[in-house]
Every structure is written in structure tokens, then in C-alpha cells.
T-cell receptor, first 112, second 109 residues
Framework: DTAVSQTPKYLVTQMGNDKSIKCEQNLGHDTMYWYKQDSKKFLKIMFS???????INETVPNRFSPKSPDKAHLNLHINSLELGDSAVYFCASGADLNSPLHFGNGTRLTVT | GIQVEQSPPDLILQEGANSTLRCNFS?????LQWFHQNPWGQLINLFY???GTKQNGRLSATTVATERYSLLYISSSQTTDSGVYFCAVGLIRDDKIIFGKGTRLHILP
């Protein structure tokens, strides 16, 4: 039973489109995150939610909008996709803000 | 902001060799984790180690928080150890968990 699951695994789309990535965790954790991994493998935090409340918004363009309908879910919606948005997006969860992170398997987004 | 530096950036070893990976950080932290990203892209949490020493099979880690560094030891390397090893830290004064740029490890058969 997967602890942190992301869908879809791959996403190929054209510039200007709007797309969403879904994340669900079944660990009962309070905190969820979105990270972006670029082509050089650098992992950068985008958002953090604790108990459905936005804690961190790391100067991400407002084309990116996270949404947490409940503690187990954190979805990422991206408007007006750009070439530079191509990356692997990872969802993660932790029991609280100072706990080990558990990552999903990532969503590889390719914008053409 | 906090600097998280990992060394070496790249490491190529023969199967069976031992290695030490280092993570230096520039501020006080209350959260330090080591991750392995395998060739399939999965990120696996190896250790949660804000201080002290832990061991898990052939892997062990030590964090000296007062001197702002952590070490990851891999003994008797296997080809399945190949991948990228990341150190991630969380600041005492912040809620962010920041990743270093990683050490790329390649174990030759």
C-alpha cells in the first residue's frame, strides 16, 4: 500500500495549457510539501501545508496554486504552463514540521 | 539564507569500497535528513539525524550539530547503492527543509 502517491507519473502538455497534479498520503501525517527537481537534480521547496494551512510559499509564480482539501491531500494546479516549468515535481509528507519526510515517486512534467 | 554544501559532488568507486559523504550547513538546525535518490528517481529517506549517530546495516550517519556538519558512511558498497545522496536540513528559526545539491555516487561492478 503506497504511503505517498502522486498522479499522473508523466505529464506532457503544450505551452499555455493548465494542468493539475494530485497527491495523497495515507500515513496520517499533518504536513505536506511540494518540491521541484530541475534537470540538474536540484530539489527546491515550493509549498508546505500544515493541517491544511499554507505555511510556506517559496516565491513561486502565482501560476502555481496548491490546494489542500483535507490533511491527506495536497494538489498542485499550474496555469499557463511555460517551457521552464518542465521538471519533476515531488510531493512529500511528514508527521509534523520537524519529522522525517516521505516522498512520492514524482511527476515528470514536460512542456513543449 | 542557509547554505547546505555537500561533498564530494561526484564519486566513482569499485564495488566493495567504503565511502564518506559530507554535508556542511551554515546555520543552526533542528532537522537533518539523508536521502538516496535511486536511478529510477525514487527518493528514499535513509536517516533522520539532527544530532548523534545512527546505523542501519551497511549505512551509518553522524551529525555534529555544534560544528554544523553531518557525515554519511557507506561500507562495502554495492551497485544498488548508486544514485544521488542528498542532505536536507531544517532551520531552528524557520519551517523550511532545504536540500543540498547532492553527491552523485556510481558503484562499478
Amino acid at each position: 500500500d503506497t504511503a505517498v502517491s502522486q498522479t499522473p507519473k508523466y505529464l506532457v502538455t503544450q505551452m499555455g495549457n493548465d494542468k493539475s497534479i494530485k497527491c495523497e498520503q495515507n500515513l496520517g501525517h499533518d504536513t505536506m510539501y511540494w518540491y521541484k527537481q530541475d534537470s540538474k537534480k536540484f530539489l527546491k521547496i515550493m509549498f508546505s501545508y500544515n493541517n491544511k494551512e499554507l505555511i510556506i510559499n517559496e516565491t513561486v509564480p502565482n501560476r502555481f496554486s496548491p490546494k489542500s482539501p483535507d490533511k491527506a491531500h495536497l494538489n498542485l494546479h499550474i496555469n499557463s504552463l511555460e517551457l521552464g516549468d518542465s521538471a519533476v515535481y515531488f510531493c512529500a509528507s511528514g508527521a509534523d514540521l520537524n519529522s522525517p519526510l516521505h516522498f512520492g515517486n514524482g511527476t515528470r512534467l514536460t512542456v513543449t | 539564507g542557509i547554505q547546505v554544501e555537500q561533498s564530494p559532488p561526484d564519486l566513482i568507486l569499485q564495488e566493495g569500497a567504503n565511502s564518506t559523504l559530507r554535508c556542511n550547513f551554515s546555520d543552526s538546525v533542528n532537522n537533518l535528513q539523508w536521502f538516496h535518490q535511486n536511478p529510477w528517481g525514487q527518493l528514499i529517506n535513509l536517516f533522520y539525524i539532527p544530532s548523534g549517530t545512527k546505523q542501519n546495516g551497511r549505512l551509518s550517519a553522524t551529525t555534529v550539530a555544534t560544528e554544523r556538519y553531518s557525515l554519511l558512511y557507506i561500507s562495502s558498497s554495492q551497485t544498488t547503492d548508486s544514485g544521488v545522496y542528498f542532505c536536507a536540513v531544517g532551520l531552528i528559526r524557520d519551517d523550511k527543509i532545504i536540500f543540498g545539491k547532492g553527491t552523485r555516487l556510481h558503484i562499478l561492478p
